[in-house]
Every structure is written in structure tokens, then in C-alpha cells.
Nanobody, 121 residues
Framework: VQLQASGGGLVQAGESLKLSCAAS????????MAWFRQAPGKEREFVAR????????DYVDSVKGRFTISRDNVKNTVYLQMNSLKPEDTAVYYC???????????????WGQGTQVTVSS
């Protein structure tokens, strides 16, 4: 099983990025998919999740209205559209899969390698 995250980069505050997470070895339609992030010196935190079929999503309060998680089960890929980025969004972003509807790190079984997002002020 492999989750390949991509799309990170260096942007200025107010700009946008779209992260992708391509899965192989598992069928994402059978999993809850989520994005987490980890800033230097901080614990990994939940960012967004999407249910198996896609219509139900959930976000941490700090990104509501700015980030959108989506999935393409045909392409076996999950996305995170990030708009109006802020310096406090700077972190390594990880995609992950779970069999349960959860926001906790321990509930997720497979993880991508992470992609760095840096937002300058």
C-alpha cells in the first residue's frame, strides 16, 4: 500500500495550493480519507476528512471556509484545495486512510510520506 502526496510548495499569504494523494494497493472508496499536518515542534493535527462516497466532509475550525477536501474514486486520488493560505498553515501535510470515521491519528492505518507547505507573510 502506498499513498503518494504531492503538490506542496512555497507560496505567499493569500495564495492557493492543491495537494493530491494518489493511492496504490488500496481502493480509496473503501476508506475514510483524511489530511493531517505537522508543524515543527508540534503534534500532528487533523485537518480534513471525507467519507467513503464523498458527500460528507469535516474540517478543523481553523481551515473551514478556506480548505476543501475531495476525492476521485475513479482516479483513486484524494485532494486538498487550500485557498487564502496563512503563515500558520505552514506544515508538512500528510494524507491517510482509515476504516472508521475519526479525527484521531491512531485511527488511521496508512499514511503518505508528507508534502511540505510553506506560507510566507
Amino acid at each position: 500500500v502506498q499513498l503518494q502526496a504531492s503538490g506542496g510548495g512555497l507560496v505567499q499569504a493569500g495564495e492557493s495550493l492543491k495537494l493530491s494523494c494518489a493511492a496504490s494497493g488500496l481502493t480509496i472508496s473503501s476508506y475514510v480519507m483524511a489530511w493531517f499536518r505537522q508543524a515543527p515542534g508540534k503534534e500532528r493535527e487533523f485537518v480534513a476528512r471525507i467519507n467513503w462516497s464523498g458527500p460528507i466532509t469535516d474540517y478543523v475550525d481553523s481551515v473551514k471556509g478556506r480548505f476543501t477536501i475531495s476525492r476521485d474514486n475513479v482516479k483513486n486520488t484524494v485532494y486538498l484545495q487550500m485557498n487564502s493560505l496563512k503563515p500558520e498553515d505552514t506544515a508538512v501535510y500528510y494524507c491517510a486512510s482509515s476504516l472508521v470515521w475519526s479525527m484521531t491519528v491512531s485511527a488511521y492505518d496508512y499514511w503518505g510520506q508528507g508534502t511540505q507547505v510553506t506560507v510566507s507573510s
